[in-house]
């Protein structure tokens, strides 16, 4: 079974700074799609990025970058200029390229903008 | 981007009753729309994924009985906990597979999410 691990339960970064949260999955696919999701304190679910693995190239939008690594079952996002509104929950999830199109979420990490 | 609502946002009722939350895909069709508890401070769990016109695919250890899922069109999904009790309360969060006209449809996109209290 797949399973999604997020080692880093809380960071924190210095507004401006750049920080990186990290995720790593296991599944015996070779065709998959990746996302990282924010939850700020009101608690609505916001697409932060999505990566298909079979593009090699890492997606990116506007701050927010990954470095996936599929060798290696790593998905980090990278949040470059970070501001006091990037401060919330981050969901790294998996979804598989096929089948009932389910998420596998996990643990989450806490992030904390400095002022 | 693709909007996804829920209704009511916060509820508060007694045990023994009935609640029925509502989830909404305001400018997409959404062929499969997933149901998720989340537990403070806690990941969300997926309770069930139900496809327009069959019934839901309940996750294990999640009582089909007790949350009654109705998928009834291709906006509309709602979930209903049943004879609540004070163990139910938690939030809920609601999420359709879609997208605009002309984007992918494989992602979700997730409601606000709905805070239900069993007094």
């Known amino acids: 079974a797949q399973t999604v691990t997020q080692s880093q339960p809380e960071m924190s970064v210095q507004e401006a700074e750049t920080v990186t949260l990290s995720c790593t999955y296991d599944?015996?696919?070779?065709?998959?799609?990746l996302f990282w999701y924010k939850q700020p304190p009101s608690r609505q679910m916001i697409l932060v990025i999505r990566?298909?693995?079979?593009?090699?190239q890492n997606a990116t939008e506007n701050r927010f970058s990954v470095n996936f690594q599929k060798a290696a079952k790593s998905f980090s996002l990278k949040i470059s200029d970070s501001q006091l509104g990037d401060a919330a929950m981050y969901f790294c999830?998996?979804?598989?390229?096929?089948?009932?199109?389910?998420?596998?979420f996990g643990t989450g990490t806490r992030l904390k903008v400095l002022a | 981007g693709a909007v996804v609502s829920q209704h009511p946002s916060w509820v508060i009722c007694k045990s023994g009753t009935s609640v029925k939350i509502e989830c909404r895909s305001l400018?997409?069709?959404?062929?499969?729309m997933f149901w998720y508890r989340q537990f403070p401070k806690q990941s969300l769990m997926l309770m069930a994924t139900?496809?327009?016109?069959?019934?839901?695919?309940?996750e294990q250890g999640v009582e089909k009985d007790k949350f009654l899922i109705n998928h009834a069109s291709l906006t509309l999904s709602t979930l209903t906990v049943t004879s609540a009790h004070p163990e139910d309360s938690s939030f809920y969060i609601c999420?359709?597979?879609?997208?605009?006209?002309?984007?992918?449809?494989?992602?979700?996109?997730f409601g606000p999410g709905t805070r239900l209290t069993v007094l």
């Open positions: 990566q298909e693995a079979y593009k090699q």
């Open positions: 139900s496809n327009e016109g069959s019934k839901a695919t309940y």
């Open positions: 599944t015996s696919e070779s065709d998959y799609y």
């Open positions: 999830a998996y979804r598989d390229y096929s089948g009932t199109y389910k998420y596998i």
């Open positions: 400018d997409f069709q959404a062929t499969t």
């Open positions: 999420s359709a597979r879609g997208g605009l006209a002309g984007e992918s449809t494989d992602t979700q996109y």
